[in-house]
């Protein structure tokens, strides 16, 4: 076949006349940090979800860091999640000096294995973190039952479900925390930023406080018409708050989010028509329980080739590719500092080898498509 002459991403976002021009109105109104378009921003969040109250944040990280925190949950305490995520949730464990309890995935969805849940529960557990992998919900109701029976806070690491349904409700809209990411990579995007979802007022206060030194009012109550720019600390916080700046991105971003999700959807069964039956490759597989896939990442197992080898000739063919994730249980310090052996996760370990994230997103053609599945079929036939 002949090779493109021009790189294909593994992403890039899709930023449109109306993206520039609310994020132009902005830096001409005068205010760029946390504002009213912030406000209005947590308040899209919470007509997706469901949820009666969103928390804007920096980043999805800092999101993490804060819920952690504000459920008190820290030395001695242990949090179970997949250690088939990204580095910053176990991160985060880490660093409140809790222990996190890798639970083994599904190898064909990569989301976290629901009947491996009740076996790592002791009485040092203090949450469940499932991830939506990829786009794809977690069977949220054997989630749920799990922590009302063990009464365990759950934290919906939702960082990939913007538009993931399950059973008719959005990530985000079951009670407690979700935290979503708007990295530039992800279904709508702030260029970086990210947002909590949930349902307690106490909890809500908590987390507005941290995120901005601990201070009760922040810049947009204190220095807009009439305020009050005093202000006193009862407990020191963070800087992790949104400026309106990047709020309104994200705010033109929700307007498209259908749009952008159809066209993934549409993509991504290309892919699954044009990639089905090759030798060497497992394609990914769907949840069985009732649900609507955000495809954020469309993820391949490439049996047939080592991994290293398949990327290099991806690279050739001018086409870029992700890795979605090195699994937390082969960091360095998790090794050192928790102990974990890959035999305690074989599921996990055996796609850790194999996955590799292919181009999505809602700018690419379909031709794109039919060339990637072209040249993924031939690296595998030469192998």
């Known amino acids: 076949m002949k090779i493109r002459k021009d790189f294909l991403p593994f992403s890039r976002p ?20 946390t504002g009213g378009l912030c406000k209005a921003f947590e308040e899209q969040l919470c007509a997706l979800t469901g949820a009666p109250r969103a928390v804007s ?26 250690s088939m995520t990204f580095a910053s949730t176990v991160n985060m464990i880490a660093l409140h000096q ?29 949450a469940i973190i499932p991830v939506h992998f990829a786009g794809a919900p977690a069977d949220m109701d054997r989630i749920n039952r799990l922590a009302r029976k063990y009464s365990l806070k759950v934290i919906e690491d939702a960082a990939h479900a913007v538009g993931a349904y399950y059973k008719g409700t959005h990530a985000g809209g079951f009670g407690h925390p979700a935290i979503f990411s708007f990295h530039p990579i992800k279904n709508i995007t702030t260029g970086e930023g990210g947002m909590i979802t949930l349902k307690s007022a106490s909890l809500e206060k908590k987390l507005r406080l941290a995120r901005f030194h601990g201070i009760e009012r922040d810049a947009w109550k204190r220095y807009g018409r009439g305020g009050n720019p005093s202000y006193d600390i009862a407990n020191p916080g963070y800087k992790y708050n949104l400026p309106d700046l990047l709020a309104a991105l994200g705010l033109a971003q929700m307007e498209r989010w259908r749009e952008f999700n159809a066209r993934r959807r549409m993509l991504a069964g290309l892919y699954l028509d044009g990639l089905r039956g090759t030798e060497g490759l497992d394609l990914p597989e769907v949840p069985s329980y009732d649900h609507v896939h955000a495809w954020h990442l469309f993820i391949v197992k490439v049996r047939g080739i080592a991994r290293d080898s398949f990327m ?7 086409i870029g590719y992700g890795l979605h994730f090195s699994p937390a249980h ?12 890959a035999k305690s996760l074989p599921r996990t370990s055996r796609a850790a080898g194999r996955i590799i994230s292919l181009p999505l997103f809602p700018d690419m053609t379909e031709n794109d498509v039919h060339y990637v599945c072209a040249a993924v079929k031939e690296i595998l036939k030469n192998v």
């Open 330 to 341: 082969s960091l360095s310090y998790v090794k050192k500092r928790f102990g974990v052996k």
């Open 57 to 82: 944040l920096s980043s999805a990280t800092a999101g993490m860091h804060l819920t952690l925190a504000a459920l008190d949950i820290g030395p001695g305490d242990e949090v179970i999640t997949p």
């Open 14 to 33: 899709s930023i449109g006349e109306a993206e520039i021009s609310a994020v132009v109105a902005c830096l001409k109104s005068g205010w760029i940090t």
């Open 312 to 318: 290099r000739k991806l690279a050739d063919y001018n």
């Open 98 to 126: 809790a222990k996190p309890v890798f639970v083994d995935i599904d190898y064909g969805t990569l989301n976290l294995c629901c009947d491996e849940i009740e076996e790592k529960i002791t009485r040092r557990t203090k």
